[in-house]
C-alpha cells in the first residue's frame, strides 16, 4: 500500500487529527524500530567477538608456529655460542677467522642484541659468553611460558597444543550466533520495511524509513559490506594455518599423547576446520542477504525522498 498523499489544505480540526495520527503511528512502529536496532546491536557484538577471537588466534599461533620470533633468536643465540667455543670449549672465542659465514652472522647479530656499544674492548669475549649463556635461559624460560596461552576476553588458560581444538569451538559457535544474528536482522528489517510502506503519509515514510537505514552500522551504504567478507576470510585463512600446522605436527601428538588419542585428536581439528569453513560460507551468504536488503531500503528511501521533494516543489 503507497503513502497518501493529501492535496487539501488542512482545517484546526485536521490539524489536531493529522498530530493525533502521526503519534499514533510513531508508537505502533516503534516496537518495529526497536526489534530492527536491537538485532543490529546483537550482530555488531557479535562480530565485536569474532574480531577478538580472531585476533587472539593469530597472536598464539605467530607466537608458536614457524616463524616464531623467539625460536628464531634463541636459534641464533645457540648458533652463536657454539661457533664462539668450537675450536676452544675452556674460552669464548669470537673472532676466529675459520668461523663459517653462517656463524659470523649469529655472532654479529648477538653482540649487537647483547650490547650497545659491541666494539667497546671491556666487552671481550669472555663477557660476552657470559651475557649469551643469560640470554639463551631467559628465552628458554619464555618459549616454555608461551606454551600457555591466556584468553584475556574468556578469561582461562589453554596449552598451544589445544590452539586448534578450543578455537575450533570457540569460532564455531561464535559463526553460529552471528549466523542466526544476521538471519533475524534480515527477517526484523524487511517486516520494518513492509510497516513503513503503510504510513499514511509520505512524510511519515520517509522518516521511519530513514531511521531504519539509521540502525545500520556495519551495512549503511550500497554494495557489499566488505568489512565483514575480509573478516570471514581472514577467519578461514588464519583458522587454516592453526590446523595445518596440527596435522603437520599429529606426529608430535602421537608421540606426547599414543597414537589412538594423538590421531582422534588431529581427527577433531580437522573436524572443526571444515565446519568453521562451511560456517563461514553461510554466515557470508546471509551477510548478502543483508546488504541486498538494505540496497532496497536506500532504494526505498531516495524514491521517497524524490516524491517529498517534488511534493514541496509543488505545494
Aim: a negative charge.
Amino acid at each position: 500500500m503507497s503513502p497518501k498523499n493529501d492535496s487539501v489544505a488542512p482545517t484546526g480540526a485536521d490539524s489536531v487529527a493529522t498530530a493525533v495520527t502521526g503519534i499514533e503511528e510513531e508508537l505502533d512502529f516503534k516496537p518495529y524500530l526497536d526489534a530492527v536496532n536491537a538485532g543490529s546491536s546483537r550482530t555488531r557484538s557479535t562480530v565485536y567477538v569474532l574480531v577478538a577471537m580472531t585476533v587472539i588466534i593469530l597472536t598464539g599461533y605467530r607466537n608458536t608456529a614457524s616463524p616464531d620470533w623467539i625460536d628464531k633468536r634463541l636459534e641464533q643465540f645457540q648458533i652463536a655460542s657454539a661457533c664462539a667455543r668450537q675450536n676452544n670449549p675452556p674460552d669464548c672465542n669470537t673472532v676466529d677467522p675459520s668461523m663459517s659465514a653462517q656463524c659470523i652472522d649469529a655472532v654479529g647479530y648477538s653482540r649487537k642484541f647483547l650490547f650497545t656499544d659491541s666494539k667497546h674492548p671491556a666487552l671481550g669475549n669472555d663477557e660476552f659468553c657470559r651475557e649469551l649463556d643469560d640470554q639463551i635461559n631467559a628465552l628458554i624460560k619464555v618459549r616454555t611460558e608461551a606454551l600457555s596461552i591466556e584468553l584475556p576476553f574468556f578469561g582461562m588458560v589453554i596449552d598451544v597444543n589445544d590452539l586448534g581444538l578450543i578455537s575450533g569451538i570457540f569460532l564455531a559457535f561464535i559463526l553460529t550466533v552471528l549466523y542466526v544474528g544476521v538471519d533475524r536482522e534480515i527477517n526484523n528489517l524487511g517486516r520494518a520495511m513492509e510497516r513503513a510502506k503503510r504510513a499514511k503519509t509520505l512524510k511519515r515514510h520517509h522518516e521511519s524509513l530513514e531511521l531504519l537505514l539509521m540502525t545500520q552500522v556495519l551495512a549503511e551504504k550500497r554494495g557489499p559490506t566488505y568489512g565483514i567478507h575480509i573478516l570471514l576470510l581472514a577467519v578461514v585463512i588464519i583458522y587454516g594455518f592453526v590446523s595445518w600446522t596440527d596435522l603437520d605436527t599429529s606426529h608430535v601428538a602421537v608421540l606426547l599423547q599414543g597414537r589412538f588419542m594423538g590421531l582422534m585428536e588431529t581427527a577433531f581439528d580437522a573436524f572443526f576446520f571444515l565446519l568453521v569453513l562451511f560456517l563461514s560460507i553461510m554466515v557470508w551468504i546471509k551477510q548478502r542477504k543483508l546488504d541486498i536488503k538494505v540496497d532496497h531500503l536506500i532504494y526505498d528511501l531516495k524514491m521517497a525522498e524524490g516524491l517529498l521533494n517534488a511534493q514541496s516543489t509543488i505545494s
